[in-house]
């Protein structure tokens, strides 16, 4: 048994991480987690992959009436939740409905990025099906890459950096939960995960990108590690994999600390 150490969610796609104590678990994932998309003008996802590195400095921060905007050397921005203005956007191939932010919002992300961007949230009646080779009729992820929730075992991390030249923080791997007190590579083999009073399914590795060679605190590149060492001892096909997917088979609260639980069959 090993027990939750961390909890982090990103209120918009891409951007800076908020770490909480506790968290509620939801069908698309951790409440509040990646509801929100920053699009091109064409309604293309924008992330940090597109060299666009500022957007590790972009903090978001879920508000009553919908969310607040911040970044360095900026006045702060309070965006209200849309609720007209349907629009489509496309992540990674999937073409889903989202509503749009409005014009200042679009404004001001403009000018942080410096190419053309608007904000979008996706809404409750949207559901973005996972892909079923891994997943069930019914099982849906928000704008996350892939699955509702990305999970990291401090062992594994630890076992890494052991590796590297210099560590890296847990951060670069943008994890949703961070648990401890299993073996490093144990997740590699597990099918089912219990955290608190929720039972996950845990279908897959998380392969990684370019993203994992951002500094997450600063918005700098720094070479091509870790994501070097993880090709080196961590190929799976053709990623280098580091963390492991959960699809929630229920809701219900979590807590840093809360007993965490595996099963491999």
């Known amino acids: ?11 918009v796609k891409s951007t800076h991480r908020v770490e909480l104590t506790e968290c509620q678990v939801e069908r698309r994932g951790l409440k509040g987690d990646r509801r929100w998309m920053i699009v091109d003008g064409e309604g293309q996802f924008r992330t940090q992959r597109d060299e666009m590195t500022q957007l590790a400095l972009l903090q978001a921060t879920v508000t009553a009436s919908g969310l607040r905007l911040a970044a360095p050397d900026r006045p702060s921005l ?18 889903v409905m989202a509503t749009d932010a409005g014009d200042e919002a679009a404004r001001w992300l403009t000018d942080y990025i410096g190419v053309e961007s608007r904000l979008v949230r996706m809404p409750e009646t949207t559901d973005r099906p996972v892909n079923l080779e891994f997943g069930r009729e019914g ?64 279908p897959k590795m998380c392969g990684r990108c370019i993203v994992t060679t951002i500094d997450q605190d600063t918005g700098q590149r720094n070479g091509t590690e870790p994501l070097t060492t993880l090709t080196s001892y961590r190929l799976q096909g053709q990623a280098a994999v580091f963390g492991k997917y959960l699809v929630p088979d229920g809701e219900g609260p979590i807590r840093v600390g809360d007993p965490v639980t595996v099963s491999t069959s």
């Open 1 to 11: 048994m090993g027990v939750v150490a961390g909890i982090f969610i990103y209120p």
């Open 78 to 95: 309070d965006v209200a939740t849309p609720s007209g203005n349907s629009v489509e956007v496309t992540i990674w191939g999937d073409s």
């Open 139 to 202: 099982d849906v992820v928000s704008f996350g890459d892939a699955f509702p929730i990305l999970l990291a075992n401090q062992a594994s991390l630890d076992d890494l950096n052991a590796r590297l030249d210099g560590p890296v923080p847990v951060t670069r791997f943008r994890a949703n939960i961070m648990v401890d007190g299993f073996p490093a590579l144990a997740e590699d083999a597990w099918t089912r995960v219990q955290i608190g009073p929720v039972s996950f399914r845990s």
